[in-house]
């Protein structure tokens, strides 16, 4: 059964940073590239990053650029987002999602809160 | 980047009737759409992959129809547990794109 496990939220001052972890089980990580997604309160879903199979590629919402890194520890089926120099509106639940095949299969979120 | 446009952004319904959700893409996505429907405080649910496959256990009242840019996520007959907000997704590559979403009320 594919299941993916976020961790590592929490609140954080502006311009501070943050690194989430998205535990896979069910599938080896290294085959498919996986994303991250947010929602910030009230708002719609929005894609953060995402990361080839084969870790050679990553991908970037303009939104992030530059803040955020995406990375894999395949020796973990691990996926993570470092996020650096947090903002206000960078304040959402975190999702890590991975598309296997024609499916796709979120985890259940991670609530990132920047505030002072 | 290919835009997804959702329409209406919001609809109120009777139960039992048949409400319908459209999502265009500004250029060719194949069959890589998915529909969710998503409730305050939950994860979103996927109710139809690959723009008309019907996920395990999702009432067979949702049906999705469409290929290349014009979709369709169809309720045949509102129910009072199908209240929420329905997104459209393109995941045919990077970067995925959403749906502004369908806020669905009972009127």
């Known amino acids: 059964e594919v299941q993916l496990l976020e961790s590592g939220g929490g609140s954080v001052q502006p311009g501070g940073s943050l690194r989430l972890s998205c535990a896979a089980s069910?599938?080896?990580?290294?085959?498919?590239?996986i994303s991250w997604v947010r929602q910030a309160p009230g708002k719609g879903l929005e894609w953060v990053s995402a990361i080839r199979g084969s870790g050679d590629t990553t991908f970037y919402a303009d939104s992030v650029k530059g803040r955020f890194t995406i990375s894999r520890a395949n020796s973990e089926n691990t996926l993570y987002l470092q996020m650096n120099s947090l903002r206000a509106e960078d304040t959402a639940v975190y999702y890590c999602?991975?598309?296997?095949?024609?499916?796709?299969?979120w985890g259940q979120g991670t609530l990132v809160t920047v505030s002072s | 980047d290919i835009q997804m446009t959702q329409s209406p952004s919001s609809l109120s319904a009777s139960v039992g009737d048949r409400v319908t959700i459209t999502c265009r893409a500004s250029q060719g996505i194949s069959n890589y759409l998915a529909w969710y429907q998503h409730k305050p405080g939950k994860v979103p649910k996927l109710l139809i992959s690959a723009a008309s496959t019907l996920q395990s256990g999702v009432p067979s009242r949702f049906s999705g129809s469409g290929s290349g840019t014009d979709f369709t996520l169809t309720i045949s007959s509102l129910q009072p547990e199908d209240v929420a907000t329905y997104f459209c997704?393109?995941?045919?590559?990077?970067?995925?794109?959403f749906g502004q979403g369908t806020k669905v009320e009972i009127k």
């Open positions: 999602a991975v598309r296997i095949n024609w499916d796709i299969f």
């Open positions: 069910g599938f080896t990580l290294s085959n498919y590239g």
């Open positions: 997704q393109k995941y045919d590559g990077a970067p995925w794109t």
